[in-house]
């Protein structure tokens, strides 16, 4: 079983509509990832979250908004999307951000279909 | 900017054989960190084995293990006794220490591991 548990597995969205990704971890981890991975590519951040505050956006489009309620939980919310948004999207959890050598501990990943 | 080259796209091994994935990287720090990453169908992706940029000695995990060449910048994974489960998209990548435990990943090996 996976530590970091992502919701829903699988999510089918029109373009207009608004939806939420979540993931949560209980390992005590105060750095926490968005990552989005297209078919037989590698994932690609999207935004890093440590202590609670975003420290890394990687020029993601507005329409994808991140969320850190407490250090436990990470949700992105989700506006007006593109088909080109579907993809796998990967949260992932780790001890702390900066210098750490602590490893990315990656939950399941949502399948995120756009119509 | 780092870059990972993983210049295998697919490969195949017989169960219970020796396989070696290839990974090369490029960059002008001296302390990083490495890591090599599966992901099963399955979707979740899952460390492999890390390695630090200033331990000469390399890294071993039960039937994993590498093969780091600082000076040449390789970072090459051996897996020995293939298992049918060793079947996976295996990733390398690298992470520069004091910039949010950013990952950057290779394109991925396909391996197949064949009974």
């Known amino acids: 079983d996976t530590e970091v548990t992502q919701t829903p597995k699988h999510l089918v969205m029109g373009m207009t509509n608004k939806k939420s990704l979540k993931c949560e971890q209980h390992?005590?981890?105060?750095?926490m990832y968005w990552y989005k991975q297209k078919a037989k590519k590698p994932p690609e951040l999207m935004f890093v979250?440590?202590?609670?505050?975003?420290?890394i956006n990687e020029s993601v489009p507005s329409r994808f908004s991140p969320e850190c309620p407490n250090s436990s939980l990470l949700n992105l919310h989700l506006h007006a999307l593109q088909p080109e948004d579907s993809a796998l999207y990967l949260c992932?959890?780790?001890?702390?951000?900066?210098?750490?050598?602590?490893?990315?501990?990656f939950g399941d990943g949502t399948r995120l279909s756009i119509l | 900017a780092q870059t990972v080259t993983q210049s295998q796209p697919e490969m195949s091994v017989q169960e219970a054989e020796t396989v070696t994935l290839s990974c090369t990287y490029d960059?002008?720090?001296?302390?990083?960190?490495l890591f090599w990453y599966k992901q099963p169908p399955s979707r979740q992706m899952i460390l492999v084995i890390r390695?630090?940029?200033?331990?000469?000695q390399n890294a071993t995990e039960n039937r994993f293990s590498v093969n780091f060449q600082k000076a040449a910048k390789s970072f090459s994974l051996k897996i020995s006794d293939s298992q049918l489960g060793d079947t996976a998209m295996y990733f390398c990548?690298?992470?520069?220490?004091?910039?949010?435990?950013?990952?950057?990943f290779g394109a991925g090996t396909i391996l197949r591991v064949k009974s």
């Open positions: 992932a959890s780790s001890q702390e951000s900066g210098f750490s050598n602590q490893p990315q501990h």
């Open positions: 390992m005590g981890h105060r750095a």
């Open positions: 979250y440590s202590y609670e505050k975003l420290s």
């Open positions: 960059t002008s720090e001296n302390n990083y960190y």
């Open positions: 390695q630090e940029a200033y331990k000469q």
């Open positions: 990548a690298f992470m520069k220490p004091w910039y949010g435990n950013k990952l950057v």
